[in-house]
């Protein structure tokens, strides 16, 4: 999944690994796992596959590495996304957690659900901002308003900002059943 999202960030413009990592923690790293560790394999398995082109820029005395799509890489990136979309278990290590929550002191269980939520809340908080963000910048941008891309972007935003609103309510009521007592 890291090479399509390369490629559907390249797609938007020539960009450094750095570049590309800054964007990924602003958009897709929201809902998908990214580091500068999964970037460059990534990277270099594009260019050996012929999707991506490096090209090396020299700008104020200090050598960038760029990425670029290529043409071939544009078309897998097309094809890929005119696949249907694959419904996929959750991979949730909260889950995972839950399943064996009795094993877990009383009072502990309540601090991990709290701690949990505190990350959740932060999370939708950020979330709710970049929402805001974009709705006022695009207020003042008809040009903006009309780009698909931007749609499909703020859709996805959309859509991380009421996942995690469910969590934190979901988590909440869990949390609040357990200092009831009336979890067993």
Do not use: C
């Not at 419904?87 to 659900?113: C, N, Q, T, W």
């Amino acid at each position: 999944m890291q090479d399509k999202i390369i490629l559907g960030l390249l797609l938007d413009g020539d960009k450094s690994s750095y570049d590309l990592q800054k964007s990924m923690e602003t958009s897709t790293g929201f809902f998908y796992n990214t580091s500068q560790g999964s970037i460059q394999p990534a990277l270099k398995k594009l260019v050996q596959n012929g999707h991506v082109r490096l090209e090396e820029v020299r700008r104020g005395g200090r050598s960038k590495k760029v990425y670029s799509i290529t043409e071939e890489g544009r078309e897998e990136f097309l094809r890929w996304a005119d696949e249907p979309i694959a419904l996929e278990k959750p991979r949730d290590p909260a889950l995972v957690k839950m399943f064996f929550f009795h094993y877990a002191s009383g009072e502990r269980r309540i601090e991990l659900v709290e701690e949990y939520l505190r990350e959740i809340e932060a999370v939708e908080a950020n979330l709710r901002r970049f929402q805001r963000m974009n709705r006022d910048h695009l207020e003042k941008n008809e040009e903006l308003r009309s780009d698909p891309r931007v749609r499909s972007r703020l859709d996805t935003l959309d859509f991380g900002a009421d996942y995690y609103a469910f969590l934190k309510g979901w988590y909440g009521n869990y949390l609040r059943r357990w200092r009831e007592g009336t979890e067993p």
